[in-house]
């Protein structure tokens, strides 16, 4: 028997002042409320019972009444239509006084549920025979599911939280943790995370557990667009999870290997490939060690390449020597011996001095390479 639809979304944080954006960062604030607005109209459209927000709904605690004011518009169209929607704040929007979830706008939504304390709390939508747990984020750190288990009634169980999933090894420490055995000791069909921003499953046992990641790109991101969760509860079996791309930017890094890309032309022509006005393009051009890249005016390639996307930015090394490519020639070969020794020379230079440096760096490294090429 098909159970509830719900929508499942994070990490939105509207108001983000996107600094880093420069000239572009207004756009991409405006962007967020778009995108957000289309996650409301896709809770129309595939008619969902519940829209889920797992924190960081706003970027700060005390968003401007323009913003409050524009979200509790678009929530209100949902709760004309009877669709719920809940909020466990996260670490960004916390529940403080006079902020954004004590009282204002959003409280007087009859459809609308922040959860405000700080441990896992029922509330029944008796209508959709279903209960969803959830919590504030807060500084106490643990594991938020520690002891918790949802009982066997009503018959759907969902829950909401923004933390981070303990990873042994990698992920041991943070605000607010689950563990995967918690997750799957929680009796949830489904449980809805946010706090990553990437999109990522964390079911264990028998739980379905999804962070979706922000609906629309934030930071550097891995180059997809920003998504939403549709999730499907279905009795005895998994929670269905479809993810639905909402977003509009895509933000991207890459790694171009100049020697490879075969010189000037070549390095444009990879570059043109990716070419996207949604884009924002961060490429770091490594091992720029041969003769045809001597004096060549990167700056000007940076100009003319920035009008096809969204943002364009390029970085050259060994200009500024990576680690990383010191790393791959160990100390015990003649380059590696050189980069170590370049990299020394150039920490104690400036300005004029230090472009010489460079220079005297490029070409060795260019007349190196070419002698270990052999085998
Ligand atoms: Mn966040």
Known sequence: MPGPRLLHT??????????????????????????FNRVVDLALTSQVDLLIIAGDLFHAPYPGAGLLGEVAYQLGRLDAEGIWTVIAPGTHDP???????????LSSLPHVHVFR????????????????????????????????RAGGRPRW????????????????????????????????QYLALGHWHSLADHSRGQVTAYYPGPPEALGVGDGERGRVLLVELEEGERALVKPIGVGRRRFLQVDLDAGEAGGPRGLYARIREMADT??????????????????????????????????????????????????????????????????????????????????????????????????
């Open 117 to 148: 304390g700080e441990k896992m709390e029922p509330f029944v939508i008796e209508g959709l025979d279903l209960v969803v747990y959830g919590m504030a984020s807060h500084r106490e750190g643990g594991d938020a599911l520690v002891g918790f």
């Open 278 to 375: 949604d884009l924002l393009l961060k490429v770091n051009v490594h091992r720029t060690w041969g003769e045809e890249w001597v004096g060549f005016p990167w700056d000007e390639m940076e100009e003319e390449l920035a009008p096809l996307f969204f943002r364009f930015q390029l970085r050259v090394s060994p200009a500024s020597l990576g680690l990383r490519e010191v790393e791959e020639f160990p100390e015990s070969t003649v380059i590696g011996r050189f980069l170590r020794l370049a990299r020394e020379e150039m920490a104690r230079r400036e300005g004029e001095e230090l472009l010489v440096a460079e220079e005297a760096l490029r070409l060795g490294l260019a007349h190196l390479a070419g002698e270990e090429q052999g085998p």
């Open 157 to 188: 169980r969902v829950g909401v939280v923004h933390a981070s999933v303990r990873i042994p090894g990698r992920v041991e420490d943070d605000c607010m943790m689950v563990t995967g055995e918690s997750i799957a000791a929680s009796g949830l």
């Open 95 to 105: 529940p403080l006084a006079r902020g954004a979830y004590d009282g204002g706008p």
């Open 10 to 35: 994070a990490d939105v944080h509207l108001g983000a002042p996107f600094n880093f954006l420069g000239k572009r960062g207004r756009e991409q604030r405006e962007q967020l409320r778009a995108t």
